[in-house]
């Protein structure tokens, strides 16, 4: 089975994460797309995280029955902070007759120098990188990297969701149906605007489809 992992703290998930996925299982040859829930990314503070269960909670309610779609907290039970690395080993041992392919934005992949052992898995593993705003020229310079160049463009940002709850905005089409509401009425977000400033520049939603110069 060809299996494509989409790491995320996913604090919370919100539509655009759905939408992103949803596209890559229908039109990149998928056959399952793992949201692979991390319970602490190495490049964020732990502190910004809402609570692990509660994540795992939203998760598994905005999933659903979409059979293509699988939630998988595999990382938990292993040493924190968790390493991409280490969890592609794990997986291959766990499911060896299954082929594992890394899904990540092109923010990510401006910073994937800085992952533990990145040549390890690019060597070993095929990754494949979906377009994000700001990242309009995207250097490839590995035979097992390509990009998705049909995906949308899909601006969201969960830290976003977290500033418009402590600032009492209400953005409740960024999520699943009654899903906002439910994590405002949570008590897991401070609601002190001066500890979480409110959002300024440009929108937190910015959907075009990619026009993008690539270097390969």
């Known amino acids: 089975m060809k299996i494509g992992l989409f790491p995320g703290s996913f604090s919370p998930i919100h539509v655009g994460h759905l939408a992103i996925a949803n596209h890559l299982a229908e039109y990149e040859g998928y056959e399952q797309i793992w949201f692979l829930i991390s319970p602490q990314n190495p490049l964020k503070k732990k502190n910004n995280l809402l609570d692990q269960n509660f994540r795992l909670e939203l998760l598994k309610e905005a999933v659903g029955d979409y059979d293509k779609f699988v939630v998988s907290t595999l990382e938990w039970d292993m040493p924190q902070p968790s390493y991409t690395i280490n969890t592609l080993q794990k997986l291959r041992v766990l499911y060896p007759n299954d082929t594992f392919e890394l899904i990540i934005g092109s923010d990510n992949w401006a910073t994937f120098h800085r992952w533990k052992d990145y040549q390890l898995i690019l060597k070993n593993f095929k990754v494949l990188i979906y377009p994000r705003r700001g990242s309009d020229r995207i250097t490839i310079f590995h035979p097992n990297v390509s990009l998705c160049r049909t995906a ?5 940002s969960s830290t976003a969701i977290r500033k418009a709850i402590a600032t009492g905005k209400d953005l409740r089409f960024y999520m699943p149906t009654g899903m906002f509401q439910r994590l405002a009425d949570s008590g897991l977000i ?27």
């Open 190 to 216: 401070p609601l002190e605007p001066e500890e979480i400033p409110a959002l300024t520049g440009e929108p937190a939603v910015n959907i075009v489809m990619p026009d993008l110069n690539i270097t390969e």
């Open 152 to 156: 949308p463009k899909i601006e969201m």
